[in-house]
């Protein structure tokens, strides 16, 4: 997992794994190590995971999965982890998942959720397009240089 809620990348370590925490689609992944680093990603597919790494699964007849995400994808939940939940450890703290699970959002309504997601989809989808076309005019630049300054 990538910390800053940046998501994941394909493991790549040794398969000499001895342990793993299935998941499904759309469950939430909280990484327990080093929480502060802030690692958290809604699964887009069916998988395992690290016994170090939590798997939220919400009630949806209470809360949508995506509303839940977002809920939990800002600095205050992370704080909280680190700050009221409570951690062990000092070199890698792990966060008290009893006080973790104790955490609590407000929550609306299921259409208010919805609609709250939709307008967050809608600008993560716009972040996405800036930043892939900022990663362009980079790739650009450098052409430039390459061309006029070498």
């Not at 342990?19 to 597919?45: C, E, F, M, T, V």
């Not at 008290?96 to 967050?120: C, F, H, V, W």
Request: proline share 3%; net charge negative; with cysteine.
């Amino acid at each position: 997992m990538l910390q800053n809620c940046e998501g994941v990348r394909s493991y790549d370590g040794s398969d000499n794994i001895t342990s793993a925490i299935a998941y499904r689609q759309g469950d939430i992944l909280l990484s327990n190590i080093r929480p502060y680093l802030k690692k958290i990603w809604q699964a887009d597919h069916d998988g395992s995971c690290s016994p170090d790494v939590l798997v939220l699964r919400p009630n949806e007849e209470k809360v949508d999965r995506k509303f839940l995400f977002y809920s939990l994808r800002r600095d205050v939940f992370f704080d909280y982890i680190m700050n009221e939940a409570g951690t062990h450890g000092l070199k890698m703290p792990r966060g008290n998942k009893d006080g973790i699970i104790q955490y609590k959002i407000a929550l609306p309504d299921m259409n208010e959720q919805r609609s709250i997601t939709t307008e967050i989809e809608h600008l993560e989808s716009q972040i996405s397009y800036l930043k892939e076309k900022m990663n362009s005019c980079i790739f650009q630049k450098q052409e430039v240089v390459n061309r006029y300054l070498e």
